[in-house]
């Protein structure tokens, strides 16, 4: 069974920038979770959907950032304009019943 | 708010040694916690859980213990070996129709041969 796959694996992009995070969950998880990791601190959480409905966003940051799941199936999160805070390794993760969670491998977003 | 407060930051351990590793959180609405182990360049992954009916839960090596009048949790290692260095991370969930799962700022291990 594939696992859960992120793409880009990096991005470097410039203050103000756009940056788009794909996130292709484990076929039939209708769980999904987007997490932000920055260095040596807690995974903190942003946001949950079931299938393509958001189930609980109040992690989100603020209006920057833009989650999507449109089918049900892979995710977007959109960072727009981006900021320096917003540098981290975004992990998304998916899961059948909400229990164990399968991550993927993370993209790491760097903003300079 | 929601936090989960996890200790140490940094552990090191010899080889054959426990390992323990504490939590606290303070959502007392929280009913499952999970720890998940990242190794290096690797994603995280699950490798005990327990909710909030048992009070302990073994598999093989790792133990967890958990204790909701003081809303702590801890993850015991025993016998440990060098493959168990990595990061690992202590979780807590309420599940209330879905599973905001607020994890701890991850304990680093280092196992010496």
């Known amino acids: 069974e594939a696992g859960v796959t992120q793409f880009p694996s990096h991005s470097v992009i410039e203050k103000g920038q756009t940056v788009t995070l794909r996130c292709d969950p484990i076929?039939?998880?209708?769980?999904l979770y987007w997490y932000r990791r920055v260095m040596g601190k807690e995974i903190k959480f942003l946001l949950h959907?079931?299938?393509?409905?958001?189930?609980?966003e109040s992690g989100m940051p603020n209006n920057r950032f833009l989650a999507e799941r449109t089918g049900g199936t892979y995710s977007t999160l959109k960072v727009q304009p981006a900021e320096l805070e917003d540098s981290g390794v975004y992990f998304c993760?998916?899961?059948?019943?909400?229990?164990?969670?399968?991550f993927g491998p993370g993209t790491r977003l760097t903003v300079l | 708010g929601e936090n989960v407060e996890q200790h140490p930051s940094t552990l090191s351990v010899q080889e054959g040694d426990s390992a323990v590793i504490k939590c606290t959180y303070s959502?007392?609405?929280?009913?499952?916690f999970p720890w998940y182990k990242q190794e290096l360049g690797k994603r995280p992954q699950l490798i005990i859980d327990?909710?909030?009916?048992?009070g302990e839960k073994k598999d093989q090596r790792i133990a967890v213990t958990l204790n909701k009048t003081a809303k702590h949790f801890s993850l015991h290692i025993t016998e440990t070996q060098p493959e168990d260095s990595a990061v690992y991370f202590c979780?807590?969930?309420?599940?209330?129709?879905?599973?905001?799962?607020?994890f701890g700022a991850g304990t680093r291990l280092f196992v010496k041969a």
């Open positions: 979780a807590a969930s309420p599940y209330t129709g879905g599973f905001k799962t607020i």
């Open positions: 327990i909710r909030s009916n048992v």
């Open positions: 959907f079931v299938k393509e409905s958001k189930q609980d």
């Open positions: 076929s039939g998880h209708d769980n």
């Open positions: 959502d007392s609405a929280s009913n499952y």
């Open positions: 993760a998916s899961s059948p019943t909400g229990y164990e969670q399968f």
